[in-house]
């Protein structure tokens, strides 16, 4: 996943573009009312008490730019010492649980990716979620809460969006290691009668290499780490993690049926990304 891809985010039609994009927004439209109500009614104890709740895991490490850089070192190194937790007996059961559903899926993509290949079903789908739409989306959305949060001098929703850009660089960082790896290439690349069973340790593209494809997906650890941060600190909205991890789908799915990935692909980023976000950002 790169920024060199992204490009117009409408195409010549522009409809199919404009519905998933009202899409994206939807969120940003609902914390926009939901503050606007908090400004009119001065908000209740109960939503302060809630935001007071979601942010005191969080509020024993601070978040800012200035202390970005800082915050990434910390978190990498709380990453790449995951396996010493490990060693100690700790979280086997949740790895366990990921790496089988990993691999249960890694078996099944020879058998399920031929489809996205044959079928026309999602082109208009496919047309609207293009790479270069999705990294539009998932820059465009922090960078707006953003600019809403100075608006209202919300501090809360700045640092919401400062943990998501730790989060993402975080998990990208990881992601990157493992994509050289893995050396796995996109299914769109098998060429027709290939063997979609060997693609792993082929992509020969070179170190630090940032395109489509590779295991796991660029895109579904961006768009897991940014879900993730909205979900846990706007937890006590309920509709918050629906919405946030519904359009994070959205991203995956695309994925799939513009055949950039493989199922697994997406499935793993989706679980470093929420893992990465929630534990070593977030520290919960």
Same mark, same amino acid.
């Given at each position: 996943?790169?920024? !060199?891809?992204?490009?117009?985010?409408?195409?010549?039609?522009?409809?199919?573009?404009? !519905?998933?994009?009202?899409?994206?927004?939807?969120?940003?439209?609902?914390?926009?009312?939901?503050?606007?109500?908090?400004? !009119?009614?001065?908000?209740?104890?109960?939503?302060?008490q809630a935001r007071d709740s979601a942010g005191s895991?969080?509020?024993a490490r601070d978040v800012s730019w200035g202390l970005f850089a800082r915050n990434v070192l910390h978190d990498q190194k709380r990453i790449w010492l995951f396996p010493k937790s490990l060693a100690h007996g700790k979280h086997w059961l949740p790895t366990l649980g990921v790496a089988g559903a990993t691999a249960g899926l890694i078996a099944l993509d020879p058998h399920d990716t031929p489809y996205f290949r044959r079928t026309t079903a999602f082109n208009s789908f496919n047309n609207a979620m293009s790479s270069r739409n999705a990294i539009w989306a998932m820059a465009l959305f922090p960078a707006s809460v953003y600019a809403l949060g100075l608006a209202r001098h919300d501090s809360?929703?700045?640092?919401?969006?400062?943990?998501?850009?730790?989060?993402?660089?975080?998990?990208?960082i990881l992601a990157l290691v493992v994509r050289d790896v893995t050396q796995r290439v996109p299914p769109k690349d098998i060429p027709p009668g290939g063997d979609f069973s060997d693609s792993f340790f082929r992509r020969g593209k070179g170190p630090f290499y940032v395109g489509n494809g590779g295991f796991p997906s660029g895109h579904m650890i961006a768009a897991f780490s940014i879900a993730t941060i909205f979900a846990e600190r706007y937890r006590w909205h309920r509709w918050v993690p629906w919405v946030a991890y519904g359009l994070a789908?959205?991203?995956?799915?695309? !994925?799939?049926?513009?055949?950039?990935?493989?199922?697994?692909?997406?499935?793993?980023?989706?679980?470093?990304?929420?893992?990465?976000?929630?534990?070593?950002?977030?520290?919960?």
């Open positions: 996943m790169t920024f !060199r891809e992204a490009g117009p985010l409408i195409d010549r039609t522009g409809k199919p573009q404009r !519905r998933v994009l009202h899409s994206f927004c939807l969120l940003l439209v609902l914390l926009i009312a939901d503050g606007a109500c908090g400004l !009119r009614a001065q908000a209740g104890p109960a939503p302060q895991t969080q509020s809360y929703m700045q640092k919401t969006v400062q943990f998501s850009a730790e989060s993402v660089l975080d998990a990208e789908g959205l991203v995956g799915s695309s !994925r799939v049926t513009l055949q950039d990935h493989f199922p697994s692909d997406v499935f793993a980023g989706a679980a470093l990304g929420y893992v990465v976000s929630r534990f070593a950002v977030l520290r919960k």
